[in-house]
C-alpha cells in the first residue's frame, strides 16, 4: 500500500484501508461513480477518504481476485 503522503501525521490512505473489506467492496460496486464513493467512504471513516486511496484499495482488492465494478468519472482530468 502507497504511504506517501499524509495528513495529521498519518497516512491518508490508512482511513480508507481501515474500512472492513466486505463494507469497501459493497460501497465501491453499489456506487456510480468515483466521486459517490469517496462520499460514502467518507461519510464511515467520518474524515477524509481521497479518490486516489480508493482507486488504490480497489486495485489491490482486485489483483487479490475480488470483483470490483469499474468506475468511471464524470469528467475527464484536465491537462494542465
Known amino acids: 500500500m502507497f504511504y506517501g503522503i ?3 501525521g498519518r497516512p491518508m ?5 481501515q474500512v472492513p473489506q466486505d ?8 456506487s456510480e461513480s ?13 474524515g477524509n477518504a481521497p479518490g486516489w486511496a480508493l482507486v488504490q484499495r480497489a486495485l489491490e482488492l482486485r489483483k487479490a481476485g ?3 465494478k469499474a468506475l468511471f ?5 484536465q491537462r494542465v
Do not use: H, Y
Open 6 to 8: 499524509t495528513m495529521g
Open 13 to 17: 490512505s490508512d482511513r480508507v484501508g
Open 34 to 46: 468515483l466521486g459517490e464513493a469517496s462520499a460514502r467512504i467518507k461519510g464511515i471513516v467520518c
Open 66 to 68: 475480488v470483483e470490483m
Open 73 to 77: 468519472r464524470p469528467v475527464p482530468l
Open 23 to 30: 463494507q469497501f467492496v459493497a460501497v465501491w460496486n453499489g
